[in-house]
């Protein structure tokens, strides 16, 4: 049995198991997780065509999973606006910048097709509703509002949450969104530390401009990596933000770290 699987073995985790939140679900457990995902309850929002609701299924690798067909927002409301885009990866509840996106190779992704109203429910609202009074992690891709999210969460979930991955951008993909800057800046006043970051970008080119040059497919992708890319050009950045109260490296659930020192030596 592995050092994980007998912390969360512990009576007082089995009753207290840990919270794991994941907004813009893939479908898929986040590879963070596998570990001990069968220990620990997870809360997974995807927006789709189906009836709004949620369905208990303990079969995809959780002690529980509860999977919200709705999108998570910070305004309150049943619906909200979703701008469509050409790439579904780059749709938002915010509308692209168009203007700012002109210059990068990748803003024909954020070309709007279409503007509809969606399901839309609040995480506080979610929490009260099951009844669950903590999150240890938060794992949340939402296109410009993952940081509104997290501090529209009552102070005292914030603070006592272990582990909130987030995806802010850097340049102006969309109209008011939650920037990196904005994300360092807020959680400079929470006891988390910065725990990892992967940067990721696009080229600063004209895809107008490439395209009017009449070339072959392969000239054109060649162009396009012939350039080197810009940092400054990321929406993608994933910040893992980690809770002040681990000394270490083991990850532990918030109000069992005595616990977990008191039993280590006999495990």
């Not at 590879?31 to 809360?43: D, N, S």
């Not at 988390?192 to 940067?199: D, E, Q, R």
């Amino acid at each position: 049995m592995s050092i994980i699987d007998r912390i969360l073995s512990l009576p007082q985790l089995v009753e207290h198991p840990p919270v794991l939140v994941d907004i813009g679900a893939s479908g898929s457990i986040h590879k963070e997780w596998k570990a001990f995902a069968k220990y620990a309850i997870c809360l997974a929002f995807d927006a789709d065509e189906r009836e709004f609701g949620y369905i208990s299924d303990e079969s995809k690798g959780f002690r529980k999973l509860l999977i919200y067909n709705s999108l998570v927002s910070a305004k309150e409301g049943d619906n909200i606006d979703f701008y469509l885009t050409a790439s579904p990866y780059c749709s938002s509840t915010l509308e692209p910048d168009g203007k700012a996106l002109e210059d990068w190779a990748f803003a024909s992704k954020f070309d709007i097709t279409k503007k509809v109203r969606v399901k839309n429910i609040t995480l506080t609202k979610v929490l009260a509703d099951v009844g669950i009074q903590k999150i240890d992690w938060l794992k949340t891709d939402t296109q410009g509002i993952d940081l509104s999210i997290f501090s529209s969460l009552p102070l005292e979930v914030q603070k006592t949450a272990l582990v909130v991955e987030l995806e802010p951008g850097i340049i102006d993909s969309y109209k008011g969104e939650d920037k990196m800057y904005k994300v360092f800046e807020y959680f400079e006043g929470l006891p988390f530390w910065l725990g990892a970051m992967t940067v990721k970008g696009s080229q600063r080119l004209r895809e107008n401009d490439v395209e009017g040059l009449h070339l072959s497919d392969r000239l054109k992708k060649f162009i396009y990596y012939s350039h080197k890319t810009s940092p400054d050009g990321l929406n993608l950045n994933t910040l893992i933000i980690l809770a002040g109260i681990c000394p270490n490296a083991i990850t532990c659930w918030g109000g069992y770290l005595p616990l977990w020192k008191n039993n280590l030596d006999t495990l």
